[in-house]
Structures are given as C-alpha cells and as structure tokens.
C-alpha cells in the first residue's frame, strides 16, 4: 500500500459506503472506481459506478477493494472482487455468516488475493493512503507498525503513537474467520523497511497471539516487537466484545497469551500508555 494504490469500493452508493468513500477520497486515497448493482453509469463525487467489479476491471486498473456490501451478500462481493483479480480484499462488513465467511476467504486465497477482514476497520499508511474507516487525525507519518483485532484500541494507541508515527497500521478484524492472521501481517512487516517496530494489540479468545509468539521465539519474526493484551479482568469461559473473543478450555486467555509472549521476550504493556516507553526512542 502507498499513495499510488487504486482501489475499487464496493457498495459505493450505499449510506456508509458513499460516506466513508468521501472521507477516503479526502485523505488522499486514490480510489477509482465503485460498484453497486442497479447503479452503473452514476457517479459519486466524481467517482464512476458499475454494475459489477468485472465491468470496473475492464474500465480501470485495481490494486485493492473495500467492501461496504451488507452482510446477506458480504460474501458474494469477496468472491465477485477475487474472481475479478482484485489482489487486496478489506471487508468492513460485519455478521457475515460464519460459513459464508470461511467459503468467501478460502476462495479469495485460492485466487492469490489477501483479505483483511471481516469486521474490521481496514488499513492505513499515514500521510498516503487509507483503505477503511480510521480515524485520520489519529495518525501520522513514522517507523511504528500497528497490528491490531480491535477498531477503538487501534485509534487509541495509534494516538499516544502520534509523536512516534506509524508506518502502517491494520486493523485485522474481531470475528471467528478473518482472512489475515496477526503472524501473517506480522510476516508482511517483519519485511517492510518502512517499519521498525511493530506493535501488537490483542484480546482474548483464539490462539492467533500464541501463533505469532512462537514464530518470533523461532526467530521468524527479526524486527522488535511490543504488545498490548486486552482482557485481563475477562470472566473465564464467557465470551465478551467481538465474535472471536471467546475462551473455552483454557484456551485464548489472557494468562495465556502473556505467558507466550514473555517466553518470546516481548516486552509487554499493562496499558496502551506504556506503549511508547517500551517502543522506545
């Protein structure tokens, strides 16, 4: 993602669609196309409508698509963008159906694409791009990289980042299937020279932050990592928040997930206050 990314917004003529798409457009983000059924040969804010992704491919060069589609045909819209070769897929989109979900994710990575979410609040490289529904001011220019399951979390640390700055920040999304894990993200900025550090923001439930603390205890992970771990007064057994934060035979606690990052020696933050102290100059 840069400034030179084009993106594609589906259900552009939507209430959110058309809102967030302005406030894009606003931030710098190239978007170049959109797609609501019914509506093509329109336009909003300038910006050219189709009926179908495969119609806006033909018309335009794509790099990336952000889905603002309803949950009923969420789905269907992942799928429509990865046949077209759409290689980044954000769907903000939540309540997705737990299988439609897992079918439209599986068939985009079978077609080389990357998806970011479900219901989630996309990505940003601040200063250049925005392919979700940030906050702007939250976020300047720098060598922090944010990975992140939670939305408000994400804006929070991004804030007391501020004076440090972020390279990218990306905001993985809160339900039981998402299309990219923090260790994959992680991966994708382990190689980024934009980043130097990366910071984790996790929650309970699942065991994606137990994933990437034994790949940076392998060593697959070089660059310095810090993490933040919501949930430490979670009832146990109970699931809270998002769809994914549930945790079940002690799995994805939170004693769990800190334990796996102390035997990886990441530093650990009590607050997102104490992020920047152990990011560090």
Same mark, same amino acid.
């Given at each position: 993602?840069?400034? #030179?990314?084009?993106?594609?917004?589906?259900?552009?003529?939507?209430?959110?669609? =058309?809102?967030?798409?302005?406030?894009?457009?606003?931030?710098?983000?190239?978007?170049?196309?959109?797609?609501?059924?019914?509506?093509?040969?329109?336009?909003?804010?300038?910006?050219?409508?189709?009926?179908?992704?495969?119609?806006?491919?033909?018309?335009?060069?794509?790099?990336?698509?952000?889905?603002?589609?309803?949950?009923? #045909?969420?789905?269907?819209?992942?799928?429509?963008?990865?046949?077209? #070769?759409?290689?980044?897929?954000?769907?903000?989109? $939540?309540?997705?159906?737990?299988?439609?979900?897992?079918?439209?994710?599986?068939?985009?990575?079978?077609?080389?694409?990357?998806?970011?979410?479900? #219901?989630?609040?996309? +990505?940003?490289?601040?200063?250049?791009?925005?392919?979700?529904?940030?906050? =702007?001011?939250?976020?300047?220019?720098?060598?922090?990289?944010?990975?992140?399951?939670?939305?408000?979390?994400?804006?929070?640390?991004?804030?007391?980042?501020?004076?440090?700055?972020?390279?990218?920040?990306?905001?993985?999304?809160?339900? *039981?299937?998402?299309? =990219? =894990?923090?260790?994959?993200?992680? !991966? $994708?900025?382990?190689?980024?020279?934009?980043?130097?550090?990366?910071?984790?923001?996790?929650?309970?439930?699942?065991?994606?932050?137990?994933?990437?603390?034994?790949?940076? &205890?392998?060593?697959?992970? %070089?660059?310095?990592?810090?993490?933040?771990?919501?949930?430490?007064? &979670?009832? %146990?057994?109970?699931?809270?928040?998002?769809?994914?934060?549930?945790?079940?035979?002690?799995?994805?606690?939170?004693?769990?997930?800190?334990?796996?990052? !102390?035997?990886?020696?990441?530093?650990?933050?009590?607050?997102?206050?104490?992020?920047?102290? +152990?990011?560090? *100059?």
């Amino acid at each position: 993602m840069n400034k #030179n990314t084009r993106v594609l917004v589906q259900g552009i003529t939507g209430r959110e669609g =058309s809102f967030h798409t302005r406030l894009m457009k606003t931030y710098g983000t190239k978007i170049v196309a959109g797609t609501s059924p019914g509506k093509g040969g329109t336009q909003v804010d300038g910006i050219p409508v189709y009926d179908t992704v495969e119609e806006a491919v033909k018309e335009h060069e794509i790099d990336a698509s952000i889905i603002f589609v309803p949950a009923s #045909n969420a789905a269907e819209a992942m799928i429509e963008a990865a046949d077209s #070769n759409v290689k980044l897929i954000v769907t903000i989109t $939540e309540h997705i159906p737990v299988v439609e979900a897992l079918k439209a994710v599986r068939y985009a990575r079978s077609r080389g694409s990357t998806v970011i979410g479900p #219901n989630c609040p996309g +990505l940003i490289v601040p200063d250049e791009t925005m392919i979700g529904i940030m906050p =702007s001011r939250a976020f300047r220019k720098g060598k922090v990289g944010i990975i992140s399951r939670s939305g408000t979390l994400t804006y929070e640390v991004a804030e007391v980042l501020k004076d440090m700055g972020q390279s990218i920040v990306v905001g993985i999304g809160g339900d *039981p299937i998402i299309g =990219s =894990s923090m260790l994959d993200m992680a !991966k $994708e900025m382990d190689a980024d020279p934009r980043t130097d550090t990366i910071v984790i923001i996790g929650e309970i439930g699942g065991t994606m932050e137990e994933r990437l603390a034994s790949a940076i &205890a392998r060593g697959d992970i %070089k660059k310095k990592v810090v993490a933040y771990m919501a949930g430490m007064t &979670a009832p %146990k057994e109970k699931r809270m928040g998002h769809a994914g934060a549930v945790v079940y035979m002690g799995m994805g606690t939170f004693q769990s997930k800190v334990e796996a990052f !102390k035997k990886a020696d990441v530093k650990i933050a009590k607050t997102p206050y104490e992020i920047p102290e +152990l990011v560090g *100059p």
